[in-house]
């Protein structure tokens, strides 16, 4: 009798799909915290440079979706050859980043024209694989083994980001950044080398679909037309209780971002101009909680069911930014308030991280393989939604209001993202006794597994 493969999770080949995430991440953390700083030296306040730094953001409103779908339905005479996600992170992390190099000139010739039509460029290209990134590890990684994946890719993400940062404290402003870019921009394209050498796409993918046809898990049993179909009709197909829960977790997942990324756009300028300090360490101790947090948050998923897991995500971040919030406006002690960055900081990452883990998984939950890029696009429209207007909703509070005021908006919006997480009722699964990984058997507690609770609820 043939031995029943055991479903675990290929960590080597995690980690080459990762890498697409790598060159994303290291690229973000440059662009997040060395251009709010280049635009305050054209003399822009936090509201006007916050204009710029959404540009992104509404780009990727427009482009991830299509991108996604576009990877979807990638031409079958090229998917043969290349895989249909590939090509995109490829030509994407290339090309954006040689207009990175572009956009550094144009700040070291203090041309300002040069460096916005540079940052255009580069952020067109970063769109162009962003999402094609995301869902290749769906692709590749059988559902019930995603949420580890997906702990493993976001430390790709993470090394990518303390990277950056360790270069940047030594660095920065030496030789007008120039050593800095070279190396970010060698490492995006040997990343992007290194997967289109070793990374075999349709291999992978039908690696994956004997595994499964191996253990008897069918993930697109209720696919009954193999055909590709748009977001339109994915978001038809579902019923009433699985589309109000989709709904609440990606206004979660627009509510966090509001939170995160106000930090992550203004705290470059914000520690050195309010606080008087530098941004990379306390950016690093937040790199750091969030990598000590990425493993076992995946496990933890498994025990207690990932909606649980992201609320503790969610609590550790208020948690966090309650403690900042409320030292920064009892004590004007300089030294005070840059000691409590550190702890602020240390709640921040790890429950940012344990919300990360699980909350793409998630969204893509209910997905097939037809529709991954489609609920790829989704999240991600959410996730831009909210980084195209939190920098200069942030901005106009530090601007007219306090510029203290930046960690007070991030709780507000973190602790409004609890209160809507607590309506999710699909994209939990419950681990079975002596599986290597999660099943696909639905949490009791989810719509899922008890169809008379299909109507959403604010308790499990």
């Not at 916050?50 to 979807?72: K, T, W």
């Not at 303390?162 to 402003?173: A, N, P």
């Not at 756009?265 to 950016?283: A, C, N, R, W």
Request: charged residues 15%; aromatic residues 12%; proline residues 5%.
């Amino acid at each position: 009798m043939t031995e029943t493969p055991a479903l675990k999770l290929n960590i080597p080949r995690t980690i080459l799909v990762g890498l697409a995430f790598f060159t994303v991440s290291i690229f973000w953390q440059a662009y997040d915290t060395l251009m709010p700083l280049y635009l305050t030296d054209f003399g822009l306040s936090y509201s006007e440079y916050s204009i710029v730094m959404i540009m992104d953001n509404i780009l990727a409103l427009v482009l991830l979706p299509f991108m996604g779908i576009l990877s979807d339905r990638f031409p079958m005479k090229w998917r043969k050859k290349f895989g249909r996600r590939i090509p995109f992170i490829v030509c994407g992390s290339v090309l954006a980043a040689v207009t990175f190099m572009l956009l550094n000139l144009g700040h070291s010739r203090h041309n300002f024209a040069l460096m916005i039509t540079m940052t255009a460029f580069v952020l067109v290209f970063m769109c162009l694989y962003r999402t094609p990134a995301v869902a290749l590890m769906p692709d590749v990684t059988p559902k019930p083994i995603r949420s580890p994946a997906n702990a493993v890719i976001n430390i790709m993400g993470l090394a990518g980001g303390l990277i950056f940062l360790i270069l940047s404290m030594f660095l920065r402003d030496v030789a007008d950044n120039w050593i800095l870019f070279s190396i970010v921009v060698l490492l995006m394209i040997a990343s992007s080398v290194v997967m289109a050498i070793k990374v075999d796409e349709n291999k992978m993918a039908e690696e994956k679909a004997e595994l499964l046809r191996r253990l008897g898990i069918d993930e697109d049993e209720n696919d009954e037309v193999k055909e590709k179909i748009s977001t339109r009709a994915v978001l038809r197909s579902l019923s009433r209780g699985q589309l109000v829960s989709l709904f609440m977790i990606l206004l979660s997942v627009f509510l966090w971002y509001m939170a995160y990324n106000s930090l992550t756009t203004h705290f470059s300028v914000f520690s050195q101009q309010i606080l008087g300090m530098d941004f990379e360490l306390p950016l690093m101790v937040a790199q750091v909680s969030a990598a000590c947090m990425f493993v076992p948050s995946a496990f933890l998923g498994k025990k207690i069911g990932r909606k649980r897991t992201v609320l503790l995500g969610v609590l550790l971040m208020v948690a966090g930014l309650a403690f900042g919030t409320a030292l920064i406006f009892a004590t004007s002690s300089a030294g005070v308030i840059k000691a409590a960055m550190y702890p602020v900081f240390i709640f921040v990452g790890a429950g940012w991280a344990t919300i990360n883990v699980h909350s793409f998984v998630m969204s893509v939950e209910l997905a097939t393989e037809q529709t991954t890029g489609a609920y790829t696009g989704l999240y991600y429209a959410f996730a831009m939604g909210a980084q195209a207007t939190t920098p200069f909703f942030a901005g106009l509070c530090m601007d007219y209001i306090d510029p203290r005021a930046l960690l007070p908006y991030a709780l507000i919006f973190a602790a409004l993202a609890f209160f809507t997480m607590l309506f999710v009722r699909h994209g939990n699964v419950r681990p079975a006794a002596g599986a290597g990984g999660e099943t696909g058997v639905p949490d009791p507690d989810s719509a899922e597994g008890n169809p008379a609770e299909a109507e959403p609820s604010a308790a499990e």
